[in-house]
């Protein structure tokens, strides 16, 4: 038939195209870890009833004084290096998987501490963040903050709490532990206060185990997350997993964070403009 194998492979193209438009983004991996994967549940389902406030705060100290220098390129904010990048997306993402993107970004980000002394006596300008908080306002009225910094000595907390009209949900952990570092803790108007709630913890439909360590829980997340996209190759939807646009409404943020910290305080989010043109 005239014209079929060209079209055939049309249509190969624009399915290939959707596949690699759905997903997955491997960076947003975190929504599947267990205790996230349980409050996007739960409020997915209306636990919170109305969204009031939310916080995520993360605290490590990875970039105190008395610390030894990280890889050089991680200190440079010209090679993607800090902490603006390197943690505040995963609290960026958990928030907009959560409740949708923000109309509005305000933001402080700065390095305490712009020059580092090598071992061999020589000194390293910092130009990259090591503190950053970033106010977030949604079109909802809920406000959010995302507080993150790498000087806290002495101290490894990861922590969000989601306050709604209905329910309140917290996760009490750390930046980057197993299941037993990590408590999430809920509850309703009609309670006396919250109590601790058991998290979601999926397992592989292929069975294979994930081996432990430190980084077992961001394995198994990626995993599941690769799961779930697959039946975008079936023509089936997938929701759930992070898309492209994800990913960029992600980058929106820290970009806008970024702009507001620099002297433009409130930043409107314009995220109508998709795909975004090459920069």
């Not at 109309?103 to 950053?132: F, I, K, M, Q, Y």
């Not at 820290?254 to 920069?279: E, M, Y």
């Given at each position: 038939?005239?014209?079929?194998?060209?079209?055939?492979?049309?249509?190969?193209?624009?399915?290939?195209?959707?596949?690699?438009?759905?997903?997955?983004?491997?960076?947003?991996?975190?929504?599947w870890?267990?205790?996230?994967?349980?409050?996007?549940?739960v409020?997915?389902?209306?636990?919170?009833?109305?969204?009031l406030?939310?916080?995520?705060?993360?605290?490590?100290?990875?970039?105190?004084?008395?610390?030894?220098?990280?890889?050089?390129?991680?200190?440079?904010?010209?090679?993607?290096?800090g902490?603006?990048?390197?943690?505040?997306?995963?609290?960026?993402?958990?928030?907009?998987?959560?409740?949708?993107?923000?109309?509005?970004?305000?933001?402080?980000?700065?390095?305490?501490?712009?020059?580092?002394?090598?071992?061999?006596?020589?000194?390293?300008?910092?130009?990259?963040?090591?503190?950053?908080?970033?106010?977030?306002?949604?079109?909802?009225?809920?406000?959010?903050?995302?507080?993150t910094?790498?000087?806290?000595?002495?101290?490894?907390?990861?922590?969000?709490?989601?306050?709604?009209?209905?329910?309140?949900v917290?996760?009490?952990?750390?930046?980057?532990?197993?299941?037993?570092?990590?408590?999430i803790?809920?509850?309703?108007v009609?309670?006396?206060?919250?109590?601790v709630?058991?998290?979601?913890?999926?397992?592989?439909?292929?069975?294979?185990?994930?081996?432990?360590?430190?980084?077992?829980?961001?394995?198994?997340?990626l995993?599941?997350?690769?799961e779930?996209?697959?039946?975008?190759?079936?023509?089936?939807?997938?929701?759930?997993?992070?898309?492209?646009?994800?990913?960029?409404?992600?980058?929106?943020?820290?970009?806008?964070?970024?702009?507001?910290s620099?002297?433009?305080?409130?930043?409107?989010?314009?995220?109508?403009?998709?795909?975004?043109?090459?920069?």
């Amino acid at each position: 038939e005239a014209g079929g194998p060209r079209r055939a492979r049309g249509e190969e193209d624009a399915r290939g195209r959707r596949i690699v438009e759905s997903g997955p983004r491997r960076e947003l991996r975190g929504r599947w870890l267990p205790e996230r994967w349980t409050t996007w549940q739960v409020v997915q389902q209306g636990y919170l009833g109305a969204p009031l406030f939310a916080r995520v705060s993360t605290v490590n100290s990875l970039w105190h004084p008395t610390r030894p220098l990280q890889s050089e390129w991680m200190h440079s904010k010209e090679a993607g290096g800090g902490y603006l990048m390197g943690m505040s997306p995963h609290g960026i993402d958990h928030l907009h998987a959560l409740f949708g993107a923000p109309a509005s970004v305000c933001a402080e980000v700065h390095t305490s501490t712009p020059v580092r002394r090598r071992e061999d006596g020589t000194e390293l300008d910092v130009t990259a963040a090591n503190t950053s908080t970033i106010l977030l306002r949604f079109a909802s009225g809920l406000v959010a903050t995302i507080a993150t910094s790498m000087t806290g000595l002495h101290t490894d907390v990861r922590t969000v709490e989601l306050y709604g009209s209905e329910g309140a949900v917290r996760i009490d952990g750390v930046m980057q532990g197993a299941a037993e570092d990590i408590t999430i803790l809920a509850g309703y108007v009609e309670d006396e206060g919250l109590h601790v709630v058991a998290p979601i913890d999926r397992t592989l439909r292929n069975g294979v185990e994930v081996p432990e360590r430190r980084a077992g829980p961001a394995i198994k997340a990626l995993a599941l997350l690769i799961e779930d996209w697959l039946s975008a190759f079936d023509e089936k939807p997938t929701p759930d997993v992070p898309s492209l646009f994800d990913g960029y409404v992600t980058r929106s943020i820290i970009d806008a964070a970024r702009l507001s910290s620099s002297g433009s305080c409130w930043v409107g989010l314009d995220l109508s403009v998709w795909p975004p043109s090459n920069r």
